[in-house]
């Protein structure tokens, strides 16, 4: 029963499936239906449909004290698929446990939906049927449970929908219609030909009909098209006109014929249940008629969103705190510890992080992601090796001669720092050379000294002032024509602009934003993300991964 989650929420088979071992128990005719699997669990063979009529009539006298004769060459109806759209029209004309006058179309041999809203709500149910076999059957259900002064049952010509029965009622305002539409155009749409996805398993239950049940000209689509052009000329005669349809491709071009027609109310729902699915739509040219939402957007809403999270284990708190004790110098709860290992791998990934208010024993994150750094880390450590084995290496101390050989160049061009004296560092008396004159240091990068020396202005040069480290930066900015002082490059170098991102106030365009909890649970610690909004989910499934993994290399390593 794997869609029964999604069942109405008030089928009773939502959460509670017919338990078939109670029920063979109870009911003999059932019985001989009942077969034990290798497990021991009771099952019901559905290809068979003497299996299939004997469940429906032995849940309908269950739970609804109805007693239903059901021909086997007749559309044999399954209980938990007409209750919910039951309860769908419950919810359309806020009809529950209220007087409602309804239309059944085709209302087939076990007339189930008039029996059904009857037994349930007391509904007044006008019962259409084309077929003779099926409206014999349904007159004789409605007279056996006692039922036949809230239903009638009318025979109607074949092709016969609103229109024609509605001629005698000239006065009478309904409700609602229902309708379970022929689903096929053909016989080979009926068995699946070309009409059924290769890669879906086959149907689990048989296909029982007469050929107008399940048969008609241009299939379902087609049919509910002619409820469409009726509805436009009855109009508010009924409140709601509703189909219940067999195949989800159907529902598009329907909605856009009813929006083609001007029709102001429009929605649609799904009926789950079992390993079968079918879809409704339902219109009203009413204004003041509550429109539901369609399941999509009830599922988005209700839909609970469950956090990412990992656990620690206790044996890998022990070696977290060790990392995180060498980190802090001193002793934290295991909390803690795991909170300020991860505050470091934020901080390297560049990941904003800010702590928020928490309960005892627990730390909470709230994190901005800015950038994505947290995926192909080894690739961009290997592009980063790669590029630094490319660049140029320069000699042993090639810093302080190449600023020597600046100043040197620059010197010898200019009269004023000729006059200069010479400055003494470190006991030691270093004479200026006249132009022309080179120190032996210097003998090798000549061509290079004569390059840097047409480039660089006298007002330019920054002369290399003993007892302080040379900036090689601010050389290089020299040669290149920039106007940097000397004194003034280890603010420049400061002044740079800082890889990590901005404050979180201060961030406009982000990835995602998330909260992320260490709690201690136990002996463990468990960390857990809560989305808060963002581009993309998988973004903060990928970083959740990426610290789970940091965390648990912190404790492989020695």
Known sequence: MALNKSMHPRNRYKDKPP??????????????????????RPIVNFKEPEAVRALTCTLLKEDFGLTIEIPLERLIPTVPLRLNYIHWVEDLIDGQKQLRRGIDIGTGASCIYPLLGATMNGWYFLATEVDDICFDYATRNVEQNNLSDLIKVVKVPKKTLLMDALKEETEIVYDFCMCNPPFFANQLEAKGVNS??????????????GVTEIMAEGGELEFVKRIIHDSLQLKRRLRWYSCMLGKKCSLAPLKEE???????????????????????????????????????????????????SFTLPEAALKELQA???????????????????????????????????????????????????????RQKKREMVRQLR???RAPH?????????????ASSSSPDLQKQPAPTGNGNTQNETTSGQQQPAEHNNSSTNETLSQTVEPKDVSVNVPGKDVDMEASIATVAGQ???????????????????????????FLFKCLLNVMLEDSDVIIEMHWVEGQNKDLMNQLCTYLKNTLLKFVAKP
């Open 323 to 377: 990392k995180a004790l060498a980190l802090s110098g001193s002793p934290q709860s295991p909390v803690d510890s795991v909170t300020a290992l991860l505050v470091k791998t934020l901080n390297d990934l560049r990941v904003l992080n800010k702590r928020g208010p928490c309960n005892k024993q627990e730390q909470s994150l709230f994190l901005t992601a800015v950038e994505n750094t947290w995926i192909h880390g």
């Open 483 to 509: 106007e940097t002082d000397s004194k003034e490059a280890p603010s420049a170098d400061n002044d740079r602009p800082s890889k990590r991102p901005l404050s979180p106030g201060a961030v406009e365009h």
């Open 258 to 308: 009813l929006r083609n027609q001007g029709v102001p109310k429009v929605t649609h729902t799904e009926f789950c249940q079992g390993r079968t699915m079918r879809w409704a739509l339902a219109w009203s040219f009413y204004d003041d008629v509550i429109v539901p939402s369609p399941p999509s957007k009830k599922r988005k809403l209700d839909k609970v969103r469950r956090p990412l």
């Open 196 to 209: 059924r996805n290769s890669r879906r398993p086959p149907p689990s239950s048989v296909n029982t009909g």
């Open 390 to 392: 490319e660049l140029p």
């Open 19 to 40: 338990d078939f071992g109670y029920l063979a128990a109870k009911y003999p005719d059932f019985q001989q239906h009942v077969h034990t699997n290798l497990t021991g």
């Open 397 to 409: 101390c090639a810093g302080t001669s190449s600023q020597t050989t600046v100043v040197t160049a």
